[in-house]
Structures are given as structure tokens and as C-alpha cells.
């Protein structure tokens, strides 16, 4: 199978660094660029993080920044309590050695699709700023692009920060009504299915064992997340939100789908909620409502222990 492109659009975050290590290890991905967000920390610290995952892939990935803060509304607090003040636990934040590009997030994710139409595989895993405003600069790559595959909203589960809104869609919830108006194929991996595959410290030890490098990173940051999850939600391991979500880029198979046309609530107190349109004409979103958990993990530390 030929190598699937890939742009991810990320808040780095522990499950974005998963993801990006998912992505950059399997040779069924092309991980084309990464582009920054704010969300789970500062655009500052996002970007940074970008860099120093693509680094510690040993990859050049090239990393442009994108917006600080959400369309319409004020920003929301960053969260440290989830992913450490760094964005990656308790490991201390260190300095990449590369540089980021200078051309603006939303510019160079339009260039990209322009110069590989019906190519690209566009993952926003983060709040969904840029991808809205990439739409705004140039409304064709709604055409041109392979199709996007979305980490966010909860359309029958609820939400994950309010009791109707998840992270990256209560972030910048006009961002994300755009996104969901636009004329494309759009999957949304949401809390539907990201909240059924749950991994533990244990399997992260064991992932440390197999590659030391990525694995005892993965394993220090979780130990952060993991606590997060006990205390805040009862569970003894983390939700897999954004590595699962580019796994359906490429597994998408093991995902079940119903087709909804979604819209976001943009007034409080459900602001931020995904649900279905009932009045407003748009086309339908394959959305995943369940997955093969077992075959997702698998293909999750396969991944990883053999591609490093
Ligand atoms: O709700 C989960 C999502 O919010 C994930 O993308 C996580 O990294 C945060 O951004
Ligand atoms: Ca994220």
C-alpha cells in the first residue's frame, strides 16, 4: 500500500504525542508536517513540543505555528491539570535544536493540499482554529483534500470538560461549527469511541522496555495523565483520544460509523456540544460510534516497538 500523507494539527498534549509517535513510526503514514495549536497548553509551548517530538523521532517534520486563541470566544484556561505544565507530564521542558517554518499554520496546511490534491489526510487533534481559518483562506481545499479525520465532539457521549462539550471543540467552538459546514468528508473520532480504549501504566512500562527512548518518555508523561484519569474520572489508565484517531486515518475498518450532519451549540450552557443538525442543510459526517479496542491497542504498541 502506497504511504498515506498525512498533516497533523495538534496542542502537544500527551495523546498528541502519542499520536505523532504513531504517526512518524508507521510506514503506512507520511507524516508530511505538523502544525501547532493552542489548547491543552500555549501556542508558545505547542509548537516547541511539536519540535522536540519530531526530534526525539529523529525525523524532519517540518512544524509551522498556528493561532494562540480561539476565533470568537476567550480563551479558555490551558490544561495543565491533564497534561502537565509543559504539556508532557513532569518531564521538564527542553529546547528544540530545529526551527519552525515562517509561514503561518492555516497558509502552509492550504499550500500542502494544493500541491497534493486528493492526497492528504488532514487529523486536527487540537481545537479546530486552523483548520477554519485555512477554510477561510482558501474555501477549494474543501475539494482537494483526501478527507479530514477529526479528534473531537461527543455526539451521543456527552462531554469531557463541561457535561455537553469536549476539549477540543469547547476550545474554539466557532472553529469547529466552520469546519463541520464545509463541503468535505469529515470523520469525527470523538468521545463516542476515544473513551472505550483506555491503556495502563503497565502497558507503558512494557512499551519502555521494548524501545527505551519513545517508551520511558511515554511512560514518565502518563504517569502524569494516568493520575489525572484516577482522580478525575475513576479509571486506572488514560484515554487514547488522538493516537486512536490517526489510527482510523489508516485503520478506519475497525471503526463502526453512523452518517449525521453535525452542528456545535455556540450558546451557553451547552456550548460546545456536538449534535445533529436538524434544520440546517449539511452533508452528512461519518461519525465512529464504536471500535475494535483490542485491535486499536495492538496496532497502537505494535506500532511502536517495531518502527522505532
Ligand atoms: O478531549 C480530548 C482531546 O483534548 C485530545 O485531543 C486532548 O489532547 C485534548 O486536546
Ligand atoms: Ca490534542
Redesign the pocket.
Known amino acids: 500500500m502506497k504511504c498515506q500523507k498525512i498533516i497533523i494539527d ?4 500527551i ?2 504525542a502519542m499520536a505523532i509517535f504513531f504517526a512518524g513510526l508507521s510506514d503506512k503514514l507520511d507524516l508530511v508536517a505538523m502544525t501547532s495549536v493552542f ?2 497548553v500555549t501556542l508558545d509551548i505547542a509548537t516547541r513540543n511539536a519540535m522536540v517530538l519530531a526530534e526525539i523521532l529523529k525525523q524532519k517534520i517540518p512544524v509551522s505555528r498556528g493561532f494562540s486563541k480561539p476565533l470568537v470566544q476567550i480563551p479558555n484556561p490551558v490544561s495543565d491539570y491533564v497534561h502537565g505544565e509543559e504539556g508532557f507530564g513532569d518531564i521538564p521542558a527542553r529546547e528544540p535544536k530545529s526551527k519552525e517554518l515562517s509561514i503561518p499554520a492555516h497558509e502552509y496546511i492550504c499550500d500542502l493540499i494544493n500541491a497534493n490534491v486528493g492526497e492528504i489526510i488532514l487529523c486536527p ?2 481545537p479546530l482554529t486552523n483548520i477554519a481559518m485555512a477554510l477561510r483562506h482558501d474555501p477549494t481545499i474543501a475539494a482537494k483534500v483526501k478527507s479530514i479525520v477529526i ?1 473531537g465532539g461527543g455526539v451521543f457521549s456527552g462531554g469531557n470538560v463541561t457535561e455537553y462539550a469536549e476539549a ?1 471543540i469547547w476550545n474554539d467552538p466557532h472553529a469547529a461549527d466552520e469546519v463541520f459546514a464545509a463541503d468535505w468528508e469529515v470523520t469525527v473520532i470523538g468521545l463516542d469511541v476515544t473513551q472505550k480504549v483506555i491503556c495502563s501504566h503497565s502497558e507503558f512500562s512494557e512499551l519502555s522496555r521494548n524501545v527505551p527512548i519513545i517508551g520511558s518518555f511515554l511512560e514518565q508523561a502518563t504517569e502524569f495523565y494516568i493520575r489525572f484519569y484516577k482522580e478525575a474520572v475513576g479509571i486506572d489508565g488514560c484515554q487514547m ?2 493516537p486512536i484517531t490517526v489510527i482510523a486515518t489508516i485503520y478506519p475498518d475497525l471503526f463502526t460509523y453512523e452518517y449525521h450532519p453535525i452542528e456545535v451549540c455556540l450558546e451557553s450552557p451547552r456550548i460546545g456540544e456536538t449534535i445533529i443538525c436538524k434544520n440546517k442543510k449539511r452533508r452528512p459526517a461519518k461519525v465512529a460510534v464504536d471500535v475494535d479496542i483490542d485491535a486499536v491497542k495492538k496496532i497502537f504498541f505494535d506500532t511502536i516497538k517495531t518502527g522505532f
Not at 10 to 13: A, E, K, R, S, V
Open positions: 495538534t496542542d502537544p498534549g495523546d498528541d489548547g491543552n487533534v487540537g479528534m477540543n483520544h488522538d
